[in-house]
């Protein structure tokens, strides 16, 4: 049952067309308005993102981060970069591809400005309907995300290619081979997410978990798509593109000023949208306690939403300042004999519940009998259950996959309780160390 | 305090296996003999399980009586715990038998001291400069080489004064003759 | 030539591996990290390193000729800005060649003191390889912690010697002044609490599942190999060779303290690691019975202000940070020395650095060099 996607800028051209605007002039300014609030949005954004990056990291560190610019808080930090990078002077060497090296910036910065079409950012109501904050839900928005994810890396390529310097077609070609090997992965766990939610639409997703947020059933999913994520967004531990490539600075080191501002700021927003993407998938995007009633609704939804990825945030800065860099042979033999069949096995575990009727992992959203036996699959004819009620809706052999599936729960659970207990032990390396002690106060041998 | 360890008398075991000439300093732990005799040496040091140096911690060089060259290796034997300073006198031709065959230390340790003093250790397989450039002409530590009396590149002598200008040259004017007149 | 000395060779295993074009890639001079100014050609097979070749001399100051022209005294600050990150080990490098062929009484409580200095310098150096070793790697966060700690030792040896990194303490005949009851009050405050920071330092990166498996089995050098390439220090230990010059070639009075030699087990990066964690927390040990037992006396034996040791040569050496720092000194009886050679420990370290690293990857280079802990001015002098 999808949802029909009403958003609030419909609402908008709604009150202009009573206005008596014609309909295009209605749907213009509604699409302006949605534009410049999501530019301005992405600007604030990405710039407290690089101030909250610089303290939280400063204060891992045992220092304060900037806290001059602005006041003790540094506020006005970001400001100042952005200044001192539009000033910069603009160098592109002699012996560039130009249309490749004046472009990818933009090839790379467009396709995560164009994820925020579809990204809720909460849920409102005017005039008693349900209006969603969302620029527009396409019915294919998973499928959407994921292939912008793939654009940028074309802009990588030209980044690397254009610049003419061998080290920084090196570190693009790193770059690369990471994002495309960690995609795979990726892309599997948010199938999963979307078999669970029955919809690649996100704002299916998020009212699929209205009864149970979808990181509890699809948790090694979400293991997975936090750790490729990273990898996503070559962030720390798997930083190699940005560092250390025979120790030049990967593929945006011939760039300077506005242009390299353009690649930092895609990192940036790159984060805040996988961080959202992962609170939309997995928790339950603007769901919480709504403590400010049903007027305040976009409130409380939005602080939710914001709240939640802000969280996940902070675990990618919290990442970078604990971990060291993963070795590149390292890193594709974690993506492709790890994560990849990890990720497999899940996809078909999820699948195998579903088609046994789990509701658990069906979003409590069963077929009833009757259109399962008329085999429509219409989608009208699902219906939300309670736990006890779908117990007695599902066949013997339902039940028994259902009971099996509460085993390997327990067992993932027990597993993680491990090693959390063995975390919480203080971690000794498992390896055995000699430490042979020569003689203790060996005398002299004369 | 002086290092306290083994101390044994290796002169019976010398007197045994070497036949050459030499000196042996039983307090200092001291073995001076002249350097055409080392390949012979090095053997019995390395190999003889009474001696059992297996430790090059050091080699270096040093010009005792002006002109006349030695090498000294510092050997070490960690499975016996004792020590020796081996002199050797380098010949007039500054050559000396590389000791890289029986220590791989030796190999960096004796490009130093070719650098610094020109001793060509022969049967080394690498044997270039180690802390100056390929180009320079002099040996620094030779005592010929006087260092506080060099002032600029053309007292260096040698492929140096290429880039050096000669050394008296009339300093030029500040200002040149046709400005003076506009000033 | 060189035998492998039972060393891996890397590459033979990957014979089968995909090849690519050879190239030749300058691993320039300047270095993100904190070493130096050193040079690496590396040759290398894509990824795949067929062999690294340091070139030197960046930093080669002549301080050996210039030591045949300066009096004894005037040496130890000299020597200061070898090792300028172990600056203590230096002028007690200074000092005991003098003394060795001077044949003085150091009081003893001067050698007590000395110990000391030499331990904290210890901590201090060990910190600071630390901290590069973790940026190396990526980890940004533990070279704070590590300098945090580094800041109170250095603190410590301020206030003795009124320098923060190049002492000029520790003299011929003794020190410079004794030290007093604050030093040793703010000393005993800092061990009670450096072990506790020590294994701060460590959770954050010892027990990281990524550190280890960029550091297990990474840079293998064999004891054989290690005694052959005249390894030492941290680099022995790791390979497996129970050699510490305070116990094997004991000087000064490290016989009336009792601590333990870290050995490592396979003499990868994992193991010399581990070595300079242990030698840091011996070294605290060894500070905290030194300050117990420490005797009353003179700072400093009576000498004249121009010290002319008897002629002769010597070569004296000790457990210096970084592995075993020699001098030889040859004297003829005259103010100056006549000949007077360092022996460093980074420099015949990286020696063996062109075998520890064949066959293994760009990253595997840097973190082999980082635990290799070579200091520029110590190898070009």
Same mark, same amino acid.
Request: aromatic residues 12%; glycine residues 6%.
């Given at each position: 049952?999808?949802?029909?996607?009403?958003?609030?800028?419909?609402?908008?051209?709604?009150?202009?067309?009573?206005?008596?605007?014609?309909?295009?002039?209605?749907?213009?300014?509604?699409?302006?308005?949605?534009?410049?609030?999501?530019?301005?949005?992405?600007?604030?954004?990405?710039?407290?993102?690089?101030?909250?990056?610089?303290?939280?990291?400063?204060?891992?560190?045992?220092?304060?981060?900037?806290?001059?610019?602005?006041?003790?808080?540094?506020?006005?930090?970001?400001?100042?970069?952005?200044?001192?990078?539009?000033?910069?002077?603009?160098?592109?060497?002699?012996?560039?591809?130009?249309?490749?090296?004046?472009?990818?910036?933009?090839?790379?910065?467009?396709?995560?400005?164009?994820?925020?079409?579809?990204?809720?950012?909460?849920?409102?109501?005017?005039?008693?309907?349900?209006?969603?904050?969302?620029?527009?839900?396409?019915?294919?928005?998973?499928?959407?995300?994921?292939?912008?994810?793939?654009?940028?890396?074309?802009?990588?390529?030209?980044?690397?290619?254009? !610049?003419?310097?061998?080290?920084?077609?090196?570190?693009?070609?790193?770059?690369?081979?990471?994002?495309?090997?960690?995609?795979?992965?990726?892309?599997?766990?948010?199938?999963?997410?979307?078999?669970?939610?029955?919809?690649?639409?996100?704002?299916?997703?998020?009212?699929?978990?209205?009864?149970?947020?979808?990181?509890?059933?699809?948790?090694?999913?979400?293991?997975?798509?936090?750790?490729?994520?990273?990898?996503?967004?070559?962030?720390?531990?798997?930083?190699?593109?940005?560092?250390?490539?025979?120790?030049?600075?990967?593929?945006?080191?011939?760039?300077?000023?506005?242009?390299?501002?353009?690649?930092?700021?895609?990192?940036?927003?790159?984060?805040?949208?996988?961080?959202?993407?992962?609170?939309?998938?997995?928790?339950?995007?603007?769901?919480?306690?709504?403590?400010?009633?049903?007027?305040?609704?976009?409130?409380?939804?939005?602080?939710?939403?914001?709240?939640?990825?802000?969280?996940?945030?902070?675990?990618?800065?919290?990442?970078?300042?604990?971990?060291?860099?993963?070795?590149?042979?390292?890193?594709?033999?974690?993506?492709?004999?790890?994560?990849?069949?990890?990720?497999?096995?899940?996809?078909?575990?999820?699948?195998?519940?579903?088609?046994?009727?789990?509701?658990?992992?069906?979003?409590?959203?069963?077929?009833?009998?009757?259109?399962?036996?008329?085999?429509?699959?219409?989608?009208?004819?699902?219906?939300?259950?309670?736990?006890?009620?779908?117990?007695?809706?599902?066949?013997?052999?339902?039940?028994?996959?259902?009971?099996? !599936?509460?085993?390997?729960?327990?067992?993932?659970?027990?597993?993680?309780?491990?090693?959390?207990?063995?975390?919480?032990?203080?971690?000794?390396? !498992?390896?055995?160390?000699?430490?042979?002690?020569?003689?203790?106060?060996?005398?002299?041998?004369? | 305090?002086?290092?306290?360890?083994?101390?044994?008398?290796?002169?019976?075991?010398?007197?045994?296996?070497?036949?050459?000439?030499?000196?042996?300093?039983?307090?200092?732990?001291?073995?001076?003999?002249?350097?055409?005799?080392?390949?012979?040496?090095?053997?019995?040091?390395?190999?003889?399980?009474?001696?059992?140096?297996?430790?090059?911690?050091?080699?270096?060089?040093?010009?005792?009586?002006?002109?006349?060259?030695?090498?000294?290796?510092?050997?070490?034997?960690?499975?016996?715990?004792?020590?020796?300073?081996?002199?050797?006198?380098?010949?007039?031709?500054?050559?000396?038998?590389?000791?890289?065959?029986?220590?791989?230390?030796?190999?960096?340790?004796?490009?130093?001291?070719?650098?610094?003093?020109?001793?060509?250790?022969?049967?080394?397989?690498?044997?270039?400069?180690?802390?100056?450039?390929?180009?320079?002409?002099?040996?620094?530590?030779? @005592?010929?080489?006087?260092?506080?009396?060099?002032?600029?590149?053309?007292?260096?002598?040698?492929?140096?004064?290429?880039?050096?200008?000669?050394? @008296?040259?009339?300093?030029?004017?500040?200002?040149?003759? @046709?400005?003076?007149?506009?000033? | 030539?060189?035998? #492998?000395?039972?060393?891996?060779?890397?590459?033979?295993?990957?014979?089968?591996?995909?090849?690519?074009?050879?190239?030749?890639?300058?691993?320039?001079?300047?270095?993100?990290?904190?070493?130096?100014?050193?040079?690496?050609?590396?040759?290398?097979?894509?990824?795949?390193?067929?062999?690294?070749?340091?070139?030197?001399?960046?930093?080669?100051?002549?301080?050996?000729?210039?030591? /045949?022209?300066?009096?004894?005294?005037?040496?130890?600050?000299?020597?200061?800005?070898?090792?300028?990150?172990?600056?203590?080990?230096?002028?007690?490098?200074?000092?005991?060649?003098?003394?060795?062929?001077?044949?003085?009484?150091?009081?003893?409580?001067?050698?007590?003191?000395?110990?000391?200095?030499?331990?904290?310098?210890?901590?201090?150096?060990?910190?600071?390889?630390?901290?590069?070793?973790?940026?190396?790697?990526?980890?940004?966060?533990?070279?704070?912690?590590?300098?945090?700690?580094?800041?109170?030792?250095?603190?410590?040896?301020?206030?003795?010697?009124?320098?923060?990194?190049?002492?000029?303490?520790?003299?011929?005949?003794?020190?410079?002044?004794?030290?007093?009851?604050?030093?040793?009050?703010?000393?005993?405050?800092?061990?009670?609490?450096?072990?506790?920071?020590?294994?701060?330092?460590?959770?954050?990166?010892?027990?990281?599942?990524?550190?280890?498996?960029?550091?297990?089995?990474?840079?293998?050098?064999?004891?054989?190999?290690?005694?052959?390439?005249?390894?030492?220090?941290?680099?022995?230990?790791?390979?497996?060779?129970?050699?510490?010059?305070?116990?094997? /070639?004991?000087?000064?009075?490290?016989?009336?303290?009792?601590?333990?030699?870290?050995?490592?087990?396979?003499?990868?990066?994992?193991?010399?690691?581990?070595?300079?964690?242990?030698?840091?927390?011996?070294?605290?040990?060894?500070?905290?019975?030194?300050?117990?037992?420490?005797?009353?006396?003179?700072?400093?034996?009576?000498?004249?202000?121009?010290?002319?040791?008897?002629?002769?040569?010597?070569?004296?050496?000790?457990?210096?940070?970084?592995?075993?720092?020699?001098?030889?000194?040859?004297?003829?009886?005259?103010?100056?020395?006549?000949?007077?050679?360092?022996?460093?420990?980074?420099?015949?370290? #990286?020696?063996?650095?062109?075998?520890?690293?064949?066959?293994?990857?760009?990253?595997? #280079?840097?973190?082999?060099?980082?635990?290799?802990?070579?200091?520029?001015?110590?190898?070009?002098?």
């Amino acid at each position: 049952m999808i949802v029909s996607s009403t958003t609030i800028w419909e609402a908008l051209r709604g009150l202009l067309l009573g206005w008596g605007i014609p309909y295009a002039w209605a749907q213009a300014i509604m699409l302006f308005v949605a534009f410049l609030t999501v530019a301005l949005f992405i600007i604030i954004t990405v710039l407290l993102l690089t101030l909250l990056e610089r303290r939280l990291i400063g204060w891992i560190q045992l220092r304060p981060g900037p806290n001059r610019v602005g006041g003790r808080t540094g506020i006005l930090q970001p400001i100042a970069d952005a200044l001192k990078l539009l000033f910069k002077e603009d160098i592109i060497p002699l012996n560039v591809d130009r249309p490749s090296y004046l472009c990818a910036p933009y090839v790379v910065f467009i396709p995560v400005m164009l994820m925020f079409v579809v990204l809720p950012f909460g849920i409102s109501i005017i005039n008693g309907a349900y209006k969603y904050i969302i620029i527009s839900d396409l019915n294919i928005g998973l499928a959407y995300i994921i292939a912008l994810g793939s654009i940028q890396v074309i802009g990588i390529i030209m980044a690397g290619w254009g !610049s003419g310097n061998k080290y920084a077609l090196f570190g693009a070609m790193r770059s690369v081979a990471q994002i495309i090997s960690y995609e795979v992965p990726m892309v599997l766990s948010l199938i999963s997410v979307a078999l669970f939610a029955g919809s690649l639409s996100l704002i299916d997703i998020v009212q699929a978990q209205s009864t149970l947020w979808a990181f509890i059933p699809l948790f090694p999913a979400f293991i997975i798509m936090l750790i490729t994520a990273i990898a996503e967004t070559n962030r720390c531990p798997f930083d190699l593109p940005e560092a250390e490539s025979e120790i030049v600075a990967g593929f945006h080191i011939e760039y300077s000023g506005m242009r390299f501002a353009l690649f930092y700021l895609a990192e940036y927003v790159s984060i805040f949208v996988m961080s959202s993407l992962i609170t939309i998938c997995f928790f339950g995007g603007w769901k919480g306690p709504m403590f400010l009633g049903e007027s305040g609704l976009w409130f409380t939804s939005m602080f939710w939403f914001m709240a939640k990825t802000f969280f996940f945030v902070w675990c990618f800065i919290w990442f970078r300042g604990t971990f060291p860099r993963i070795r590149v042979d390292q890193l594709m033999v974690f993506a492709w004999k790890f994560l990849l069949p990890v990720a497999v096995l899940q996809l078909i575990y999820v699948g195998w519940a579903i088609t046994y009727r789990n509701p658990v992992f069906s979003a409590f959203r069963i077929p009833s009998n009757s259109a399962l036996q008329a085999y429509k699959g219409e989608l009208s004819s699902y219906d939300y259950m309670t736990m006890g009620g779908a117990l007695k809706v599902l066949t013997t052999s339902e039940q028994v996959a259902f009971g099996i !599936s509460v085993i390997v729960a327990i067992g993932v659970a027990l597993f993680l309780a491990a090693i959390l207990w063995r975390t919480y032990l203080g971690y000794k390396p !498992s390896h055995v160390f000699t430490m042979e002690l020569a003689q203790k106060g060996r005398e002299n041998d004369d | 305090m002086t290092p306290t360890l083994n101390k044994p008398d290796f002169a019976p075991i010398l007197v045994e296996r070497i036949k050459f000439p030499y000196e042996y300093d039983a307090s200092r732990q001291i073995l001076r003999l002249d350097a055409e005799h080392l390949p012979s040496l090095f053997p019995v040091l390395k190999g003889d399980e009474r001696l059992a140096f297996d430790y090059l911690r050091g080699l270096t060089g040093k010009e005792q009586p002006e002109g006349v060259y030695h090498v000294v290796y510092m050997l070490a034997s960690i499975s016996l715990r004792h020590d020796l300073l081996v002199v050797a006198k380098a010949p007039e031709s500054m050559q000396v038998p590389s000791a890289t065959p029986y220590w791989a230390s030796a190999d960096w340790l004796e490009r130093e001291t070719y650098d610094m003093f020109g001793i060509v250790f022969t049967g080394h397989p690498d044997l270039r400069r180690i802390y100056m450039e390929e180009t320079v002409s002099f040996f620094p530590l030779r @005592k010929s080489f006087k260092v506080l009396q060099v002032v600029n590149l053309y007292d260096l002598g040698g492929a140096e004064r290429d880039f050096a200008k000669p050394k @008296k040259e009339t300093p030029k004017p500040a200002v040149s003759a @046709k400005d003076a007149e506009k000033l | 030539m060189n035998p #492998l000395y039972g060393q891996p060779d890397l590459m033979e295993k990957r014979q089968d591996d995909l090849h690519t074009q050879e190239l030749t890639l300058n691993v320039g001079p300047q270095h993100p990290s904190t070493h130096g100014v050193l040079r690496l050609v590396i040759v290398s097979d894509g990824e795949i390193i067929k062999s690294v070749e340091p070139h030197l001399g960046f930093l080669h100051r002549g301080m050996e000729k210039n030591s /045949e022209s300066r009096e004894y005294r005037m040496l130890v600050p000299l020597w200061d800005r070898a090792d300028y990150l172990s600056a203590m080990h230096m002028d007690y490098m200074v000092s005991s060649a003098a003394e060795a062929l001077m044949e003085i009484e150091v009081p003893r409580r001067a050698e007590y003191i000395r110990v000391i200095m030499l331990e904290l310098q210890r901590i201090a150096s060990h910190l600071f390889w630390f901290a590069s070793i973790a940026l190396d790697s990526g980890a940004t966060t533990p070279m704070f912690y590590a300098f945090r700690e580094r800041e109170k030792v250095i603190d410590l040896l301020e206030l003795v010697s009124g320098a923060r990194l190049l002492y000029n303490y520790i003299r011929p005949g003794g020190l410079r002044n004794d030290i007093d009851a604050r030093f040793i009050e703010n000393t005993s405050k800092f061990l009670k609490t450096f072990p506790a920071y020590l294994d701060e330092c460590e959770q954050i990166y010892s027990g990281n599942a990524i550190f280890i498996n960029r550091a297990r089995k990474v840079g293998v050098l064999t004891k054989e190999a290690a005694i052959a390439y005249a390894a030492s220090g941290p680099v022995l230990r790791g390979s497996g060779v129970p050699w510490d010059l305070r116990k094997d /070639e004991p000087y000064s009075v490290y016989p009336e303290f009792s601590f333990d030699i870290p050995i490592g087990e396979n003499g990868d990066v994992l193991d010399r690691y581990q070595v300079r964690f242990y030698e840091m927390r011996m070294s605290a040990e060894i500070v905290r019975q030194a300050l117990e037992g420490l005797p009353e006396g003179g700072h400093t034996a009576k000498l004249p202000s121009v010290i002319k040791p008897k002629a002769g040569e010597v070569y004296v050496r000790q457990e210096a940070s970084r592995g075993e720092l020699g001098c030889y000194l040859v004297s003829e009886g005259g103010s100056k020395p006549w000949r007077f050679h360092v022996r460093p420990p980074s420099f015949v370290n #990286l020696a063996a650095l062109n075998k520890m690293a064949r066959g293994h990857l760009f990253a595997d #280079l840097i973190m082999i060099f980082a635990s290799l802990d070579v200091v520029l001015g110590d190898v070009d002098k």
